[in-house]
């Protein structure tokens, strides 16, 4: 079974996991209005950033880094480790980021993910296959997107972003979401070759999940068969039944048609349990970090597990009969769950899925 054995996350609430956790267990949204660009004329003016104008590449070099140390990797062996990357398309790969696995010292960038929101899920999923093939004893996985212009105004152009700055998923009266600043990294390893190394796993990659609905460039299947058909390989992969799941950290953005096409996706791939597990999204506390979305929610299951406590979906107004769900509500909830699932989904219709287990 794949370990994580390093992890390192940046978002508005600071570098690192731990300010990550504090902001989620202080329950307070980390959007502010947006100042690193003019959005006189949008209809949205919040997002959730860090201050200044952070370069990508800069920031993820850095979180690379954070999680290769932590992992105790030595030059050697982050020499004979590949990199797998989720991050926006501007064009070609520009020479910062294909020089970005040899300025981190690693064997060089195997593949860069640009599949929308899952992207991140994804090359985590990629990297547990390889790990499964043999082909690597280890891969490093990153990804990464800053709040822009350009996708701000893509998103504010479509009406899809909350213009009162307020996400509000999986709850009736929501109008969008929030956009997020979001990075991270992890090394991912077989638990031999940890146990070999003598590194102490964060959590473990049980299993993992792809799959699309081919439905609409935008739209997601009203029955949510994407995240259905992923989340249901993962539970095949980790041999698991629906019950051991503790945890659901959902994909939902708070927008009226994803929400409950994600809640009808997890009754089908759950079944009667979907009721009662429990479930939030932080995006509502965070930011959607659209590409790196999957990533920093990997980090958020990963630390509900270590706590014992699962973070609360924020900004509920109303339950909503479309999404009959057991939502975690008002305060994050102690709960000593061992198996986490988070759950991602892009335009296209690509949607992934990846089961952690606490170790």
Wanted: net charge neutral; charged share 15%; glycine share 12%.
């Amino acid at each position: 079974m794949p370990v994580i054995t390093g992890l390192a996350t940046l978002t508005a609430y600071g570098r690192g996991a731990e300010q990550l956790w504090a902001g989620l267990l202080g329950g307070a949204p980390a959007r502010t209005p947006v100042t690193r660009f003019d959005v006189g004329a949008r209809r949205a003016r919040y997002a959730a950033t860090v201050p200044g104008h952070p370069d990508l590449t800069d920031e993820l070099a850095v979180l690379i880094e954070q999680a290769c140390a932590q992992a105790g990797l030595t030059v050697d062996q982050r020499a004979r480790t590949p990199l797998l990357l989720a991050r926006h398309p501007t064009g070609p790969v520009d020479r910062a980021t294909a020089g970005l696995a040899a300025a981190c010292g690693l064997l060089g960038l195997q593949r860069i993910h640009t599949n929308a929101c899952a992207a991140a899920g994804s090359a985590v999923a990629d990297a547990a296959a390889l790990l499964v093939l043999g082909e690597h004893p280890r891969v490093v996985v990153a990804a990464g997107q800053l709040v822009d212009a350009g996708s701000f105004a893509s998103f504010d152009s479509a009406g899809v972003l909350a213009p009162d700055g307020i996400a509000r998923p999986f709850s009736l009266g929501r109008q969008g979401p929030v956009l997020g600043d979001g990075a991270g990294a992890l090394v991912l390893e077989s638990a031999g070759e940890a146990r070999r190394r003598g590194a102490v796993p964060l959590v473990a990659l049980a299993g993992w999940g792809q799959a699309g609905d081919a439905h609409h460039v935008a739209r997601p299947h009203p029955q949510g068969l994407g995240i259905a058909r992923a989340a249901t390989a993962a539970l095949r992969r980790a041999g698991l039944a629906p019950e051991a799941i503790g945890y659901v950290n959902a994909h939902a953005t708070a927008t009226p048609r994803f929400d409950p096409s994600e809640a009808a996706g997890l009754r089908a791939a759950l079944g009667p349990y979907a009721h009662r597990v429990p479930v939030s999204s932080t995006k509502a506390l965070h930011g959607h970090c659209l590409i790196a979305a999957g990533m920093v929610e990997l980090a958020v299951c990963a630390l509900a597990l270590r706590h014992s406590l699962l973070p609360v979906n924020a900004g509920h107004l109303a339950a909503d009969p479309d999404c009959p769900l057991d939502l975690v509500l008002d305060r994050p909830r102690p709960a000593p769950a061992r198996h986490a699932l988070s759950l991602s989904a892009g335009f296209g219709g690509t949607c992934t899925a990846l089961l952690l287990e606490a170790v």
